[in-house]
């Protein structure tokens, strides 16, 4: 690829540092001549030790990471750029590209990806599958699973093998290796946390503490029957909600209404079943998002609110591999 754009600007997420920079920023980098980042606050010590140690001032000098305040950034250097890559909420981003009008708005957001642990399952490959979905980062990643809908024929199991599990995962300081949940990174978090558990108080099967001296949200497991099931929020720490269901026809009909359909990427579902097909959506089979998130292919799915490019103001809505669809506009650029 000989031609180079001029200008880009980058908004990382709060979380997954290093392969957040090197997904959104080191790697588009070869393809700008400048590279304008914005690193969330709750990061900016982690990144800054992240971009001493790669050197990467002089490895990467077209690499900027200006600190100044969101507002600053926008307006000193995303007015000015060919180029958006925007991690964030869908409203943010929308407020964005109206606004600037860019060439090529790439847009990463959050998806509800909901799990169906269905009759005819693996129990043990459900629940450790369903474990790491939702304690990977202490339950900090926007693609964790919302909700996991469950049978009612295999509830029972189920639950009780998630809560044996729980029981012994290492939960406190990082420092020591042998723990898998620890300190939130933010505030955020932890009070959405409280509410929820204070609103469900009477659906937690295990757990429901906080210590908020030290930012933990211990493993929790709310469990309801899915006509009592609210809409999902994004939990960002590892609380379960178990939503029971009697047959897969009401998890069809709870999933194409459009606050699931809206954020729809992935749906992994653990049963006998193989032809499982829900609106806007890429069903796994026995695999969770993690599975298939190596940086290298496309990841997202169809849902209008969940990721989305722009090409010059018109929308498609597919998944993203960023370095792809940088590449993919230089080469439309040249024809």
């Known amino acids: 690829m000989d031609r180079k ?12 540092p290093l392969y957040s920079l090197a997904l959104y920023a080191i790697a588009p980098s070869f393809m700008f001549e400048n590279v304008a980042i914005r690193i969330s606050s709750v990061l900016e010590e982690t990144l800054q030790i992240l971009i001493k140690i790669l050197d990467l001032n002089v490895f990467l000098p077209n690499l900027f990471f200006p600190s100044v305040n969101r507002s600053t950034f926008v ?6 750029s060919n180029v958006i890559i925007f991690t ?13 009008f860019v060439d090529l708005f790439i847009y990463n957001g959050y998806g509800v990806n909901p799990i169906i642990v269905d009759r005819g399952c693996n129990i043990e490959l459900a629940t450790n599958k369903v474990l790491r979905a939702r304690t990977f980062n202490s339950g900090q990643d926007c693609d964790a699973p919302d909700i996991i809908f469950v049978s009612g024929e295999v509830e029972d199991s189920f639950t009780k093998s998630l809560i044996n599990k729980l029981k012994v995962i290492g939960v406190g300081d990082y420092s020591s290796s042998n723990n898998v949940i620890g300190k ?7 009070v959405n946390a409280e509410e929820i558990i204070a609103d469900r108080r009477n659906n937690i099967v295990y757990g429901g503490n906080i210590d908020k001296t030290l930012k933990i949200v211990f493993p929790t497991v709310i469990k309801t029957n ?5 809409d999902p929020q ?3 720490c590892p609380i379960f909600y178990i939503s029971v269901y009697k047959n897969l026809e009401q998890v069809k009909n709870l999933l194409s209404t459009d606050r699931y ?16 097909k829900f609106k806007n959506t890429i069903t796994l089979y026995d695999k969770i998002f993690e599975d298939v998130d190596d940086g290298c292919k496309p990841f997202g799915g169809f849902g209008p609110k969940a990721n989305f490019v722009s090409i010059n103001g018109k929308k ?18 040249n024809k």
């Open 75 to 80: 307006e000193g250097f995303a007015s000015v």
């Open 316 to 333: 498609h809505i597919r998944p993203i591999l960023v370095n792809k669809e940088i590449v993919d506009y230089i080469n439309m650029l």
């Open 226 to 230: 899915i006509d009592q099931s609210e």
């Open 234 to 236: 994004e939990l960002f």
């Open 88 to 100: 964030g909420n869908y409203e943010n981003a929308e407020i964005l590209n109206n606004k600037l």
């Open 184 to 190: 939130l990174l933010s505030e955020a978090p932890i």
């Open 261 to 276: 359909a809206d954020f729809a990427m992935y749906l992994s579902y653990f049963g006998a079943k193989k032809n499982i």
């Open 5 to 16: 754009l001029d200008r880009a600007a980058v908004f990382l997420p709060m979380n997954l």
